[in-house]
């Protein structure tokens, strides 16, 4: 009997064990209450099943949870945890399933925080299927799409939002990739046009992108090889050019429209990608056009310096797995800078001609529609009666009349009518009274000269010392509207030239 008493103290002490732990309060770690409600214990053990990859036992548990306790505190949690069991599960039907999912969280908890991250997994889904830049491009543009629309409708989520701007920049890599092949394809084709419109569509929809210079370069490019088109032609033909044109005159005008637009992109690669390939060759382009070349502003410079030391270089390894991946190569995106969030209008090749047509022409649009209109103004004169002259163009135009046949005839004044007199005549006719008060004719006349203000005066002296003191200011401030200098630029180049294919128009 003594050698059980223990053995039985232990049992009950066992037993005194468990009831405590069985009657412990549980937490859950989502919503941080403490709850022994059965839509707890489903939540649960959705929970565990998704963490042992048993998704179509989690996604049933979550499914009845959310049938049969419409009013649960796990409601919206069980709602988003459906979407991440297709999400987790993978393939290209579940990403479709998971896609739907989030889209119906984000229309039944639009307010809830968990919103902004519905709309980030559905981005998410479209950038893990984009294929490469010479591939079906349709999962990158909707991805494009849903990274904007999370940027926009969230905004004060600012640690989503930060990641969704990374994953934009990347994405309008992958799609500036695209443009730019598309561009340099018209190019080599010598279909100037097509590709003058592809290459500033690119520039002014993505500024970011890491061949910009090349773009910028080949535009300029294409400008010179029109140039080379009009020099070899020895006729107005094949430019739409009217009859009767001056062809020497409007060659030499079209010749000097494409020179400056040449100039312009060879100078955007100065003032905007200093530190960029291109720099080097867009210098010597301006050269061989007479063309000045300007100087980049320090901001310009530490700007595309931040952008080009984010950029990351891609080695051996990141090659190869390129080389077999279905995915694009993001190495080379920006991890810096603002994407662009609103499409520019883009550019038609057929307006880009006709606009070049035009200004070197000389001729002008009157609507909106890019074609020229004609005003003929005539004068409208009757015919003169059989006893008058001819009309002659020193005589004075006859006077309007009324063909109006409904209108009143003009009053003619009766010679017998006694007709008011004017107070200036009554003054002049009467006679000059002594005793009459006269008016004081100097103050009239005063009053009647217009009054003179008197002339501006400067102070040289004090002009020149501002001047020079703002001009001393601006340089010592060192503000982003200073030039930089050759030193500047020198010093900020981290990379050699890595052996870029140089293109000349002779």
């Not at 094949?238 to 005159?249: D, K, W, Y």
């Not at 009274?433 to 008016?439: E, G, I, K, R, T």
Request: charged share 25%.
């Amino acid at each position: 009997m003594l050698r059980r008493s223990p053995l039985i103290a232990t049992l009950a002490m066992l037993l005194i064990l468990s009831a405590a732990c069985t009657n412990k309060k549980s937490v859950n770690p989502l919503a941080n209450v403490g709850s022994k409600q059965p839509d707890k214990v489903l939540f649960d053990k959705a929970m565990d099943a998704m963490r042992h990859n048993r998704f179509d036992v989690a996604r049933m548990t979550l499914q009845t949870l959310i049938n049969t306790y419409p009013d649960s505190e796990y409601l919206a949690r069980a709602k988003l945890a459906v979407g991440d069991s297709w999400y987790a599960e993978g393939g290209t039907a579940s990403l479709a399933q998971a896609e739907q999912e989030y889209r119906d969280f984000e229309t039944f908890f639009p307010n809830m925080p968990e919103a902004a991250e519905a709309q980030l997994k559905i981005a998410n889904i479209q950038y893990e299927q984009m294929e490469k830049a010479d591939r079906d491009y349709t999962h990158a543009e909707r991805a494009e799409e849903e990274y904007r629309n999370l940027i926009m409708q969230y905004p004060d989520n600012a640690k989503l939002v930060k990641e969704g701007k990374l994953r934009l920049l990347e994405v309008q890599e992958v799609l500036a990739e695209r443009e730019f092949d598309i561009a340099k394809f018209y190019y080599l084709r010598m279909s100037y046009p097509a590709s003058i419109a592809r290459f500033k569509s690119l520039i002014d929809k993505y500024p970011l992108y890491s061949r910009a210079d090349e773009a910028l370069f080949l535009l300029g490019q294409d400008y010179e090889g029109q140039i080379a088109q009009v020099r070899s032609r020895p006729n107005c033909t094949g430019f739409n050019i009217p009859r009767g044109c001056a062809m020497e005159a409007a060659k030499a005008s079209m010749i000097e429209v494409l020179t400056k637009d040449a100039s312009a992109a060879y100078s955007q690669i100065i003032t905007r990608y200093p530190l960029m390939d291109r720099e080097p060759d867009a210098k010597k382009r301006l050269a061989a056009l007479h063309q000045p070349i300007p100087r980049p502003t320090r901001a310009a410079v530490a700007q595309n310096k931040a952008e080009e030391e984010s950029r990351r270089d891609a080695g051996t390894v990141d090659r190869l797995i390129s080389a077999v991946k279905k995915g694009p190569d993001v190495s080379q995106a920006a991890k810096v800078g603002e994407p662009t969030l609103v499409d520019p209008t883009p550019v038609s090749a057929n307006q880009l001609a006709a606009e070049s047509m035009r200004e070197a022409l000389g001729l002008s649009t009157n609507n909106g529609k890019g074609e020229k209109t004609l005003t003929i103004e005539s004068a409208k004169t009757g015919a003169p009666g059989a006893n008058e002259p001819a009309p002659r163009s020193d005589q004075p135009a006859p006077a309007a009349t009324n063909t109006n046949p409904f209108a009143q005839p003009a009053a003619t004044s009766d010679p017998n009518e006694l007709q008011p007199t004017a107070p200036a005549a009554t003054a002049a006719s009467t006679s000059t009274d002594a005793n009459a008060l006269q008016p004081n004719l100097a103050s009239q006349t005063a009053q009647t000269e217009p009054v003179v203000p008197p002339p501006v005066q400067i102070n040289e002296i004090q002009q020149e010392a501002s001047s020079s003191s703002g001009g001393q200011a601006a340089a010592s401030s060192g503000g982003s509207s200073a030039l930089a200098s050759d030193k500047d630029i020198s010093s900020s180049k981290k990379k050699k030239k890595k052996g870029l294919k140089k293109i000349f128009i002779l």
